[in-house]
């Protein structure tokens, strides 16, 4: 799998998972390429833990054992063995992530819209002991374009200019799943129109 299927295979995972859990998906797929190198790691190809999810004294299901890098606060490395969770297959490993996300202290990433501060709350929330690990996400997000995915799923309202009858309008437009809206109303208004409805239907009727 090359770089940019694999950010589009964890993307649209991550796209699809959002209206139920809330989780920017460039904060998932930045995770995923740190945590796995790009699905390359034995972690990620062995046992479909893309993000070093460790099994913990709660986890029932199957683990996989690895050795992993930690930090200390001072920033010094050190390698420990662990037990991570293991999953059948692709879908299974993301959905895992989300799941695991469901834990008390990361409750405080749902509904948040600002890719930086997802990032700086993740390694707050005691995710990876890496003292760079929030700089590290985020450098993944804006050099790969990563919160384009971001604008699929949240609503992004912006100022733009338009022009009628060549004459340069200002007005409101919707970016919401990779679509454009211009607000009806304000369309009206720059030519001399005003908006009622019928039931769904927008009616028109000069000034």
Not at 13 to 42: C, D, H, M
Not at 80 to 91: G, H, K, L, S, T
Not at 112 to 117: F, W
């Amino acid at each position: 799998m090359t770089n940019k299927e694999f950010i589009e295979t964890i993307g649209r995972a991550a796209v699809a998972e959002y209206e139920r859990f809330k989780i920017l998906p460039s904060l998932t797929i930045a995770q995923a390429i740190l945590e796995s190198n790009w699905g390359k790691s034995l972690l990620s190809q062995k046992a479909f833990n893309f993000f070093g999810m460790k099994a913990g004294t709660g986890w029932k299901g199957a683990t996989y054992n690895s050795k992993t890098q930690e930090q200390t606060k001072a920033g010094q490395a050190f390698t420990v063995n662990a037990a991570f969770r293991a999953y059948p297959n692709v879908q299974a490993g993301i959905r895992g992530y989300y799941v695991f996300l469901q834990f008390p202290r990361y409750q405080n990433l749902k509904g948040v819209t600002d890719y930086k501060q997802a990032c700086r709350l993740i390694k707050a929330d005691g995710w990876a002991t890496d003292v760079r690990y929030t700089e590290k996400l985020i450098s993944l997000i804006e050099k790969y374009g990563l919160d384009k995915y971001d604008e699929e799923v949240l609503e992004v309202v912006e100022k733009c200019k338009i022009i009628i009858n060549g004459k340069e309008h200002t007005v409101e437009r919707i970016l919401k799943n990779g679509n454009n809206y211009i607000k009806i109303r304000d369309v009206a208004e720059a030519i001399g129109y005003d908006v009622t409805s019928k039931g769904n239907v927008a009616v028109l009727t000069k000034k």
